[in-house]
């Protein structure tokens, strides 16, 4: 997911000013992909929200400094966001793998199967009981289990991991913190323009 | 996974590309200070925590990104990308088998071949990918990245 882009940064003015903008629309972004991956069946985005808070806690691990006490907080919320939909992500990654190994391992037994079974009118079943990879299917298949389980565990994690950050308000502090900051830096440079100390 | 160092003498209302320099070269200088032991497949956390500081240096860059010369930056930020993307090859493995040792351990005994032989062919891809991240972690390339970098945080003071 490319990063919207942010207007009016300007290297000559204030960090602060500067960052507050930055938080502001990496915070907008993180809150807009939320009704989409809230729905289970929504990978793609669940991955651009993971994409969204990975940036949104970048920005502030550096200029967190700009904006109070709320913006530690809102860092290690994001950070625990990232870390949820990373896992969730990791099943998302597995679960191809795995049915792509069983494909392979299944063409294999197959082409296996039918060169023992060259020159004969019928293949006889005892020739795929033993096919190379027989032992392997049960373990894999398990596996399958396992982590679509464990991403429908996840995923209701993540749903609330998200709303008790709406309940406690992480999200609305940070914007007002974002708010205030780029209000007050913003005042600070045009009274300067303006040449009052 | 190493926390990011904190920016010491950040000032909030210095200017955005004085900061541009002090935080680019400190994620810089943590990168660098990650590169060692990456392509020990023993221990998965080196190529983790340097995956973690290519992502910090490559967010700074993007974040700064109005500071700098705009091809410089480009050529840069192309670098640095390459360098994460390789990290990135050899730690989806990392995971992978991380994850199917850890249920493998855990697994009945009739489920273990197939679960041991998803890991021998991620096995066989992890040291594929190491092969690959090789030339982007040696000294050398990291020292060249190193001067790319400084030269782009120099033309930030100017």
Redesign the interface.
């Known amino acids: 997911m490319k990063a919207r882009p942010v207007k009016k940064l300007d290297p000559t003015r204030s960090l602060a000013e500067n960052a507050a903008r930055i938080v502001g629309v990496r915070l907008g972004e993180l809150r807009s992909l939320a009704p989409q991956a809230l729905k289970p069946e929504k990978r793609t985005a669940q991955h651009d929200m993971r994409i969204a808070a990975k940036r949104l806690r970048y920005i502030l691990e550096a200029t967190e400094t700009c904006f109070g006490e709320e913006a530690p907080a809102a860092r290690r919320r994001a950070r625990d966001l990232q870390d949820i939909l990373g896992e969730l992500h990791d099943c998302d990654v597995m679960l191809p793998r795995v049915h792509e190994h069983i494909a392979r391992l299944h063409a294999e037994d197959v082409e296996a199967t039918c060169e023992v079974a060259t020159g004969a009118p019928d293949l006889d079943p005892r020739v795929a009981v033993a096919a190379p990879n027989r032992t392997h299917y049960r373990g894999l298949e398990v596996l399958t289990v396992y982590f679509e389980a464990r991403r429908k565990v996840l995923h209701r994690r993540f749903r609330e991991f998200w709303a008790e950050q709406e309940r406690k308000g992480t999200w609305d502090r940070l914007e007002r913190a974002a708010k205030a900051t780029l209000r007050d830096t913003r005042a600070r440079r045009r009274a300067l323009e303006a040449g009052v100390d | 996974m190493a926390k990011?160092r904190e920016?010491e003498g950040?000032?909030?209302?210095?200017?955005?590309?004085?900061?541009?320099v002090l935080?680019v070269s400190v994620?810089a200088a943590e990168l660098a200070e990650h590169a060692e032991n990456v392509l020990d497949t023993t221990d998965i956390e080196g190529v983790h925590d340097m995956r973690v500081a290519s992502?910090?240096l490559r967010?700074?860059l993007?974040?700064f990104e109005?500071?700098f010369p705009q091809t410089d930056f480009r050529a840069t930020l192309a670098a640095v990308k390459e360098l994460a993307d390789s990290l990135g090859g050899r730690r989806?493995r990392d995971?992978?088998l991380a994850?199917?040792d850890a249920?493998a351990a855990r697994?009945a005994a009739?489920?273990?071949?197939?679960?041991a032989?998803?890991a021998k062919?991620?096995r066989d891809e992890q040291a594929k990918a190491n092969q690959d991240l090789a030339p982007c972690v040696e000294p050398e390339a990291l020292e060249a990245l190193g001067r790319r970098i400084e030269l782009l945080v120099r033309a930030?003071r100017a």
Do not use: K, M, N, W
Request: hydrophobic share 45%; charged share 25%.
């Open positions: 990011a920016i950040l000032d909030p209302q210095a200017s955005y590309a004085e900061a541009a935080i994620r992502r910090r967010a700074a993007e974040i109005p500071c989806d995971v992978t994850a199917l249920f697994a009739p489920d273990r071949p197939g679960i032989s998803l062919r991620t930030a």
